[in-house]
């Protein structure tokens, strides 16, 4: 989902003239699919709609006015999530808003559940719950860091299978070896850790607990990690002995060890050989992750906690400082999981999810509510391109996934490696959806994938972010995709697009903003004990609405078009233009990787808006022409850069955001140290380029 830093810079109020976005006025884009009677009439969300019709004597002829009534009526709906989805035995307890106020909303008072609770009820036990794979393996002595005298040869695509059954046991096991070594309700246990089995059941395991969960991948430089887990002062630490990344098995022991002792309030360390290496020596003590493997001697015991109980504590991008730790709670992510992967995605127990993501990213917290619905998960450890960039696709043939998970940009590879039509090269008859997510989706990649699979499997874009783990804006199977679009706001989300007045607009560009509570909203930010900096992040520029950061039109049909971070928004000639305009069209030159666009104001008055591209070749006359003149024919001749210049690589932030402002920052000067931590960039030597172009313009 589109991530946003937690505190958006503030900027001015005035957002891109639409007519500015494209070269002429557009036309409503033409559905490129169409949702199927029948398949609208079988999907969760009908029977939904019926139920409400039923239970609340109100008439629900489409998702509009599905939307407009569960925004409207919030207490209503989220009572009718409550009961469709049986959270608990009988009628949704009442009140649900005790507090309908922003922020301060105070959701299902005196009620007690555990999001673990709500994973294994009514499970088959004999079914897969997960499956976790990773990447093909070498040598490690081939491998450079997974070098050594411990190292061993991993299995090409090792893989590991837990049914219901042995995921509780070996969940309850693990929460046994917590509680034996000291935590409790409230504790913090934190993770170090790939996308794997073990990831999950350590979560599983503190939440069943009331314990707190956090984890950063091991990709992750240790005192990066502290950055983030140190805050929570947490009491054990869960960290693996590595992971696998293109083609190579990087030993991250030392890491680990270093990390240790980074936390001081760490008693004692749980070594996962995710690599199957020993654990190097830790300052505290140690056990093995193979002692809590075994089945429990006993079931599995789950405490009941308060419905805004901390669940997970998850962190803004950290560009702009030390990351925000953002805390959501068991009840509100259990309501919204529910809601969104079940009316939304149409997850059943029949549906296998497999989302390309990190731990480091929101969208592992979300695949893993998927659990919630009874669906099993597909888990990958490994490059999404290595050996081959149809690997994804390779893996949901293999393991017959039915809902997909990726990016806008893996799209985009593989578009632009279009040697195989892929519903020809592998067997993907068992796939239904397909997601994207991360930035918006070019309407070109959803034509391409529309051609690739005949309009049978659609391609949904969504929005939201890691502030409220979940969509603010998205898909449901009773609407149409257009080009370019996101088909509707979320169900439960009062989602508007206000002018610098704080007044809704249509069909022009404004700011996105939330009216009405969320129950995935923060409950507060990690050692901010008056509010301060929740208030700053998200309710300074308009009071009582939460403000997202992001440019948005809302279109007459109630689509959503995203237009990029208002925080990172081009002003040219007086016209303010989206970034991911720029993007859109760029991207799709032949012969162009990556971009990155930024607009500087310089001393003298002038405005610098020049284009940064990553190429495959050179960055020759003709190549800058053709970019030149695709901006112009497709969007608008203010949105043809000042200059076109190459770039080893475009940096971003770990969960794959570019990092705009902060490379705005350092063409004006600064040094990069002083506007990101180097440890928030996926590779910190890209800034350099951007560092050499600034002291060569500024003649040093």
Wanted: hydrophobic share 45%; proline share 8%.
């Amino acid at each position: 989902m589109t991530e946003t830093p937690g505190t958006p810079t503030r900027t001015s109020m005035n957002p891109p003239a639409a007519q500015e976005i494209s070269a002429e006025e557009p036309r409503p884009p033409a559905a490129l699919w169409e949702p199927d009677p029948d398949a609208v009439q079988a999907a969760t969300i009908s029977a939904f709609m019926r139920d409400v019709e039923q239970r609340y004597g109100v008439p629900l002829a489409n998702y509009r006015d599905l939307w407009r009534w569960s925004v409207d009526r919030l207490p209503d709906f989220w009572s009718a999530v409550w009961t469709f989805f049986a959270v608990a035995p009988g009628e949704a307890p009442s009140p649900v808003l005790a507090a309908d106020a922003l922020p301060g909303a105070e959701w299902f008072p005196g009620v007690q559940l555990n999001f673990v609770d709500r994973v294994f009820a009514g499970r088959r036990a004999d079914e897969v719950a997960l499956i976790a794979v990773t990447e093909a393996g070498v040598e490690a002595g081939e491998a450079g860091e997974a070098g050594g005298p411990d190292s061993a040869r991993t299995p090409a695509d090792a893989e590991e299978r837990l049914t219901w059954s042995e995921l509780e046991q070996r969940v309850a096991a693990t929460a046994d070896l917590l509680r034996d070594l000291g935590v409790g309700p409230g504790d913090r246990v934190v993770g170090f850790l790939p996308n794997g089995t073990a990831a999950v059941v350590a979560f599983l395991a503190a939440a069943s607990i009331g314990a707190i969960w956090s984890c950063c991948g091991p990709d992750y430089a240790a005192p990066a990690a502290a950055n983030r887990l140190a805050q929570l002062e947490p009491k054990v630490l869960v960290c693996a002995d590595g992971y696998h990344f293109n083609g190579r098995r990087h030993d991250r022991r030392a890491e680990a060890v270093r990390l240790a002792g980074l936390l001081p309030t760490v008693s004692a360390v749980v070594h996962v050989r995710h690599l199957g290496l020993p654990a190097h020596e830790f300052p505290v003590p140690s056990v093995d992750w193979r002692s809590a493997a075994d089945p429990a001697p006993g079931p599995l015991r789950v405490e009941p906690v308060p419905f805004d109980h901390p669940l997970w504590v998850l962190y803004s991008s950290g560009t702009t400082g030390v990351p925000k730790a953002i805390v959501h709670g068991h009840g509100g992510v259990v309501l919204d999981g529910l809601k969104t992967l079940g009316l939304h995605l149409d997850l059943t127990d029949r549906d296998r999810l497999f989302w390309y993501t990190t731990t480091n990213w929101m969208m592992w917290n979300f695949t893993v509510q998927a659990l919630l619905s009874g669906a099993s998960l597909l888990l990958y450890d490994g490059s999404p391109a290595r050996p081959h960039v149809d690997r994804l696709w390779e893996l949901a043939a293999e393991h017959r996934v039915t809902v997909l998970g990726t990016s806008p940009g893996y799209l985009a590879a593989c578009e632009r490696d279009d040697s195989r039509r892929l519903a020809e090269a592998y067997d993907l008859s068992a796939l239904r959806l397909l997601g994207a997510t991360g930035s918006p989706v070019p309407a070109a990649s959803s034509a391409w994938i529309h051609g690739q699979f005949g309009g049978r499997v659609p391609l949904v874009s969504v929005s939201g972010g890691t502030d409220v783990v979940t969509a603010l804006a998205g898909w449901a199977p009773n609407l149409p995709i257009r080009p370019g679009e996101i088909s509707a706001p979320a169900l439960g989300v009062a989602l508007d697009s206000f002018d610098a007045d704080g007044k809704p607009v249509r069909g022009d560009v404004g700011e996105l903003v939330v009216t009405r509570p969320m129950p995935t909203m923060p409950l507060y930010f990690w050692n901010d004990p008056d509010g301060t900096k929740y208030h700053e992040a998200y309710f300074d520029t308009y009071d009582g609405i939460w403000r997202h950061g992001d440019w948005v039109t809302v279109t007459e049909r109630g689509s959503i078009v995203i237009h990029g971070r208002s925080d990172a928004t081009l002003n040219r000639h007086g016209v303010r233009l989206g970034s991911a305009d720029i993007y859109d069209v760029v991207e799709r030159v032949p012969g162009v990787l990556d971009s990155l666009v930024v607009g500087i104001d310089r001393p003298d008055g002038a405005y610098w808006m020049p284009l940064f591209v990553v190429v495959d070749g050179e960055l020759d006359d003709g190549l800058r022409a053709a970019i030149a003149e695709r901006l112009r024919r497709e969007a608008s001749p203010r949105h043809v850069p000042d200059a076109i210049v190459a770039v080893p690589g475009i940096p971003r932030t770990r969960t794959g955001k570019k990092i705009e402002v902060p490379v705005k920052r350092i063409l004006l000067g600064a040094e990069p140290g002083r506007v990101v931590s180097r440890d928030a960039v996926d590779d910190p030597v890209l800034l350099d380029a951007f560092l050499a172009i600034a002291r060569k313009a500024a003649g040093a």
